[in-house]
Nanobody, 114 residues
Framework: VQLQASGGGLVQPGGSLRLSCAAS????????MGWYRQTPGKQRGLIAL???????NYEDSVKGRFTVSRDNAKNTVYLQMNNLKREDTAVYYC?????????WGQGTLVTVSS
């Protein structure tokens, strides 16, 4: 399984960004996909997860601002980030788990700064 993320960049506080991550290779249609993020000196933490049937889960700090979605036909997961704050600055990693095995994409940097 390979995961290719895109969409990071520099944005001002209060702005929006949309991350995308396309999965390729051999995987089951029954899986969960989502996003982690990591800041310097901290562990990577889960911020949004979506199951293959559309159930979502969010870390408290992003609830109401971030939306995770997926297009199963394109094997792609998205993260719409609105009202971005400086503390959202991090490397964002897309994630897929199936049959208990996790897979990670390369990180994409999101910088929130004026």
């Amino acid at each position: 399984v390979q995961l290719q993320a895109s969409g990071g960049g520099l944005v001002q506080p209060g702005g929006s960004l949309r991350l995308s991550c396309a999965a390729s290779g051999s995987f089951s249609s029954i899986n969960a996909m989502g996003w982690y993020r990591q800041t310097p000196g901290k562990q990577r933490g889960l911020i949004a997860l979506i199951s293959s049937d559309g159930m979502t889960n969010y870390e408290d700090s992003v609830k109401g601002r971030f939306t995770v979605s997926r297009d199963n036909a394109k094997n792609t997961v998205y993260l719409q980030m609105n009202n971005l704050k400086r503390e959202d600055t991090a490397v964002y990693y897309c994630y897929l788990i199936q049959r208990g095995i996790p897979y990670w994409g390369q990180g994409t940097l999101v910088t929130v700064s004026s």
